[in-house]
């Protein structure tokens, strides 16, 4: 999955997905002209491109995702932090943490997942 970039309209698209699947073509085109009052054409196109770009599938005419919402963030995230500081994750931890000053709870909360993916990495 290359290209993972949602806009604001697909983004809320795809949370229509989410949080009906498994559902049918027509049911997509129902909620979406509720939603975002499309028509069908215009949830059939958008559906097709996030379909090319393997998030969901649309299998005789039942719609489902390839992906969870969390994986396609962490996959976002990924490429942002590849793009803009060269794949390292302490470097966009600290120009993080200068922009905004962290609370005790997030530095403990930061610390127990660090500890936790140190103790999966052991075993």
């Known amino acids: 999955m290359e290209d993972t970039r949602l806009g604001v309209v697909e983004s809320r698209f795809a949370d229509i997905i989410w949080q009906h699947e498994p559902l049918t073509s027509g049911e997509l085109v129902k909620l979406c002209g509720e939603e975002l009052e499309w028509k069908k054409s215009t949830t059939y196109t958008v559906l097709k491109k996030l379909c090319d770009k393997g998030i969901f599938q649309n299998q005789n005419g039942m719609v489902t995702s390839r992906i969870s919402k969390q994986e396609l963030h962490a996959a976002q995230s990924r490429k942002f932090v590849e793009d803009t500081f ?24 930061i610390r127990r997942m660090i500890d936790g993916f140190d103790e999966k990495r052991k075993r």
């Open 86 to 109: 060269e794949g390292s994750l302490p470097a966009f931890i600290a120009a993080f943490a200068t922009q905004k000053a962290l609370s005790q709870g997030e530095i403990a909360e």
